[in-house]
């Protein structure tokens, strides 16, 4: 009787572990950018407290060329205690909190346009708030975003491969590398076909080997899917 095996079951690598200068480019973006957005709102927030502010106050009081109270104080100070322990948790999360910061600074700007001067402005926003609010929304969004959202990125980028595949990162199976010449060209033919189908310029063959591998979560068994139909 012959004895079967079974593959070695491999650690999932973090894509923040892979030693490329691209890879290494998009991580320091991400924790850097947050980090020092943090920095601004902490002491956008300290000043607020020194200040004196009242917390309430619809009116406030005027901060670093700001309107402020010690409710958007606070809610500063919050905010930068979030971007700092994202940043240190890693750059994937700083990007994914960023990103959803910057939107949430764009939504709170287009809102205090409306409640300005009214009873509804409880962070006692003034018009050079909502610019600033706009201004730091996009540059969170810009810094959140780098290195994720292009079509046309490269090899060692650590986001590629869940943008061409769609994948999350939460694959429950291993991913075991190609261990064949075989193996490797179905790979190289498989990342290709993704790539091109995300940039609209797959070949009707290309778009149905992709389509064929969709119901598999895993690259290896994408990959016996694409060798079982080429």
């Known amino acids: ?12 690598v973090h894509e923040e572990s892979v ?4 890879a290494h480019r998009v991580v320091v973006v991400h924790r850097i950018g947050a980090f020092a957005v943090a920095a601004v709102l902490a002491v956008f927030g300290v000043l607020g407290f020194v200040g004196g502010l009242d917390f309430f106050s619809t009116d406030g009081g005027t901060v670093a060329g700001l309107s402020s109270n010690g409710l958007l104080s606070t809610i500063s100070l919050v905010t930068a205690a979030v971007l700092v322990a994202a940043a240190v948790k890693g750059g994937r999360v700083a990007g994914i909190v960023m990103t959803g910061v910057g939107v949430a600074f764009l939504l709170s700007a287009f809102w205090h346009l409306f409640v300005l001067n009214t009873s509804l402005n409880v962070l006692a926003f003034a018009m050079s708030n909502v610019i600033f609010s706009i201004v730091v929304g ?3 969004l810009t810094l959140g975003l780098y290195g994720r959202v292009s079509g046309n990125l490269p090899e060692d980028n650590p986001y590629r491969a869940n943008l061409a595949s769609g994948s999350t990162g939460d694959d429950e199976e291993p991913e075991l590398p190609p261990a064949t ?4 060209r179905a790979e190289r033919a498989m990342r290709e ?4 189908v995300t940039e609209h310029r797959a070949t009707a063959q290309q778009r149905a080997m992709v389509e064929a591998m969709a119901h598999e979560r895993t690259k290896a068994g994408r990959r016996r899917v ?5």
């Open 138 to 140: 996009l540059l969170l």
């Open 226 to 230: 694409w060798m079982q139909h080429s």
């Open 1 to 12: 009787m012959t004895a079967h095996t079974t593959p070695e079951r491999r650690p999932r």
């Open 19 to 22: 030693d490329t200068a691209t």
């Open 193 to 196: 076909a993704e790539v091109a």
């Open 181 to 184: 010449a075989a193996e490797r």
